[in-house]
């Protein structure tokens, strides 16, 4: 090969690596760490037969902890502690410590947000969480409420699924005005 073919091999490969700069490490995107702070969610589904509804949140150690606090149908809220593990293909299995449930775990490579389905038989609930603090220790105040946010929630009123969408108003000091609100059965 003449010295010019390999300048040329060369500089392609050069162009190519430019180009693609994540192609030699496609399937290593995620891991333990693409899942760390808090992240707060909602649920719904159904448990031992029953209507299931749950707000919550999960603080993810990055290390394969978890640390979950919420409110479910029977309105008591819990703390209670898990465990995840990541796949280079981001996608996690996931075990709370008080529920004997087994969740996997959708997740895009930032991290910011997943979604999630029980595979226990016996149990079918799906949620959402999004990243809300990178922090593992997040502050929270009235202030940190304040604003216009939109809503959707899909669950159960006196045993009846329930659907509704709408905006709220938060003014920071602890009151909540409802401008919006389309119910739908």
């Given at each position: 090969m003449n010295r010019n073919n390999e300048r040329l091999l060369l500089g392609s490969a050069i162009l190519v690596l430019l180009m693609f700069p994540h192609a030699s490490r496609a399937d290593a995107r995620c891991n333990d760490r693409t899942i760390k702070g808090a992240y707060i969610y909602a649920s719904t589904g159904v448990r031992d037969g029953a209507p299931f509804v749950e707000?919550?949140?999960?603080?993810?150690?990055?290390?394969?902890?978890i640390t979950n606090t919420y409110t479910d149908t029977t309105g008591q809220t819990v703390v209670t502690k898990g465990s995840y593990q990541m796949n280079a293909n981001c996608v996690s299995q996931a075990k709370y410590?008080?529920?004997?449930?087994n969740y996997v775990m959708y997740t895009g490579p930032t991290g910011s947000e997943f979604s999630w389905i029980s595979v226990t038989p016996g149990t079918k609930i799906t949620g959402r969480e999004v990243r809300v603090s990178t922090s593992l220790t997040p502050k929270c105040s009235l202030k940190t409420l304040k604003g216009t946010y939109?809503?959707?929630?899909?669950?159960?009123?006196?045993?009846?699924?329930?659907?509704?969408?709408?905006?709220?108003?938060?003014?920071?000091?602890?009151?909540?005005?409802?401008?919006?609100?389309?119910?739908?059965?």
């Open positions: 707000a919550g949140q999960d603080i993810f150690d990055g290390k394969g902890g410590d008080d529920s004997g449930v939109v809503y959707s929630h899909i669950g159960y009123r006196d045993g009846v699924q329930y659907i509704e969408s709408g905006q709220e108003v938060f003014d920071g000091k602890g009151s909540i005005r409802t401008p919006l609100r389309m119910p739908a059965v």
